[in-house]
């Protein structure tokens, strides 16, 4: 099973492959991010997994929160910092893309 | 008569008239275009308003003097697209059938998206410059600053032309040095971003820039309030900054009607194939410049290389060839630094701005990630190439839609 240890993560910490993913895996990198997951964390986490597997992208802020009915403010106190980074990275996603 | 129908007579909708109606036949097809005004407004011009280096009739022409002989244009508000249906109906109630459909709607700013960024300070200590009005209503609250903290900020991404916030950091350096008061002037940038830009080499290189010039780049800043009477700029996680005059990048989005038709994601911006331009909504139509919602920067350097890509991915639907997937997400951009110099940046989907040399006919090499006077005076001599050259579809000498490594260093 994947674990923080053994997982295989790109230069910015990122889960390589998502499909390497696990809930254990999830708890890690919350418990790394000192935050302690919740209901409504993984309401969001689940969210951004449906998302990616069909979009092929990590959701924006914007998105969770317009499609994934989250309050922005919401997600800011779930993820304190940077939850469209933190959720992606929670959830075993790549990176968001900053588009530029 | 076949008829193919363009929204938006902006760069790239402008452009694309031109170029397909010297292609298609014209006992054979039909060209319309469709805008809500006829007000073409040169947007990168809108950078130098605040300034006072161009004028309100610097950067404003009417759409119908761009539009070619041939191509009819209608000024009508759009209701609605209806992709089952083949058509576009307008707030007027007309309806426009098409066979082919390009999506030209670009982008907008919509600062009500930020609670509070409209109320009593917006216009007051509170502007943007991506509107003709407040680029404006700026020049004039430049002219009566006596000093205090500027703050620049972008609130989310993405936004049109990502540098220009930069560009005006670098260009309100400049300014308030030439007034003699640049001490009494502490300039932020207040950016989402965790750094500067967003690719690593041209952030450090923009980065390094902005340190040089004492602006105060602050970082991972994700705007979720602005209170107008207070002066005050929060964030959705709690952290206040005061600022004496606030420079705003909005929220940008597409166009409403993208909304309207159900045709958009989140942001308004419409499901595109990056590499073909045809979109994911039907197979007759194509999307290019701001209103897709392709990884690149949304400029207009981007849809002058799509434009290529588009007019051949739509001759070649017409007669039921393969698309090719040419697009490979290049832009091009000079960067101003102030006190006449600019930085010129040239990527794409795979490539992150490099330094070395561009190479450009008949005037010599423009340097790369880097500043020059040459590249300033590249910028301005855009103005020219812009309205006469690229809107009317011609080769501008800014290379090919294909990103050249050619004289760039590793």
Known sequence: MTTLANAQLDADG????????TPELAEEFAREAEIELTDRHWEVIDFCRRDFAEKGTAPTVRRITKVGGIPTKEMYQLFPGGPGILAARISGLPKPKGCI | MKKLLILGAGTAGTMMSAKLRRKLDPEEWSITVVDQDNEHIYQPGLLFIPFGTYRRRDVIKPRSRYIPAGVQLIQTEIERIAPDENQVRL?????????????????????????????????????????????????????????????????????????????????????????????????????????????????????????????????????????GEKRVLSTWDGQEMNYDLLVTVPTNMGSDVVERSEIGDEGNWVATDKHTLQSKV???????????????SKAGSVAHFEGEVLEENLLRAIE?????????????????????????IDFNYDTEPLPG??????????????????????????????????????????AEARMSMAGKWR
Not at chain 2, 107 to 132: A, C, H
Not at chain 2, 284 to 289: D, H, P, S
Not at chain 2, 332 to 339: I, L, P, R, Y
Request: charged residues 25%.
């Open chain 1, 14 to 21: 990122f889960l390589t492959n998502a499909e390497d993913w």
């Open chain 2, 91 to 227: 707030t007027d109630g007309t309806a426009l059938d098409y066979d082919f459909l390009i999506i030209a709607t670009g982008s907008q700013i919509v600062p009500t998206e930020t609670e509070g960024m409209t109320g009593p300070g917006w216009f007051k200590n509170t502007f943007d410059f991506y509107t003709l009005d407040g680029a404006m209503a700026l020049y004039d609250a430049l002219d009566r600053f006596k000093g205090g903290r500027l703050v620049l900020n972008t609130v989310e991404m993405p936004i049109k032309c990502p540098v220009a916030p930069l560009e005006f950091a670098f260009l309100a350096d400049w300014y308030f040095t030439e007034r003699g008061m640049r001490d009494k002037v502490e300039i932020v940038y207040a950016t989402p971003l965790d750094g500067a830009f967003t690719k690593p080499k041209a952030s450090a290189m923009l980065g390094g820039l902005m340190d040089e010039k004492d602006i105060q780049v602050v970082p991972n800043w994700n705007t979720g309030e602005v209170d």
């Open chain 2, 282 to 296: 039907a197979e007759n139509i194509f999307v290019i410049g701001d209103a897709t919602d392709l990884p690149s």
């Open chain 2, 320 to 344: 039921g060839r393969d698309l090719l997937p040419e697009f490979d997400g290049h832009a091009n951009c000079f960067v101003e630094t102030g006190f006449g110099k600019a930085v010129l």
């Open chain 2, 357 to 398: 040399r561009f190479p450009l006919p008949a005037l010599g090499p423009l340097t790369l990630l880097e500043e020059s006077e040459m590249n300033h005076w590249g910028k301005l001599a855009f103005k020219w190439v812009y309205w006469n050259l690229l809107l009317k579809g011609e080769e501008i000498p800014l």
